[in-house]
Nanobody, 120 residues
């Protein structure tokens, strides 16, 4: 089983910054893609940013403000969030897809979610 543990959420004023981290643990042979999603109550979970190989993808609403990065040695993905706005308030979830916990299996795991609240 591959588990994800997120950290870094919290309360920040508009214009401020936060950095989210997500560590994947378990028997992992390779990671194909890592991403961050967010979800407000009663709404669908939406992609914020994703990274696969050397390619990154961002939601239009966060382009130029958020940066996704990964540390392959630590099986960790980060989301640096700058110039935060009240509309960025949501629960943020990380998602990791890869090969494991056996060589013949693939996984797609979700973190438990971390609350980000931006006050105006």
């Amino acid at each position: 089983q591959v588990t994800l543990v997120e950290s870094g959420g919290g309360l920040v004023q508009a214009g401020g910054s936060l950095r989210l981290s997500c560590v994947a643990s378990g028997t992992i042979f390779s990671i194909y893609a890592m991403g961050w999603y967010r979800q407000a109550p009663g709404k669908q979970r939406e992609l914020v940013a994703a990274i696969s190989g050397g390619n990154t993808n961002y939601a239009d609403s966060v382009k130029g403000r958020f940066t996704i990065s990964r540390d392959n040695a630590k099986n960790t993905v980060y989301l640096q969030m700058n110039s935060l706005k009240p509309e960025d308030t949501d629960v943020y979830y990380c998602n990791v897809q890869g090969r494991g916990p056996t060589w013949s299996r693939t996984f797609a795991s979700w973190g438990q979610g971390t609350q980000v609240t931006v006050s105006s």
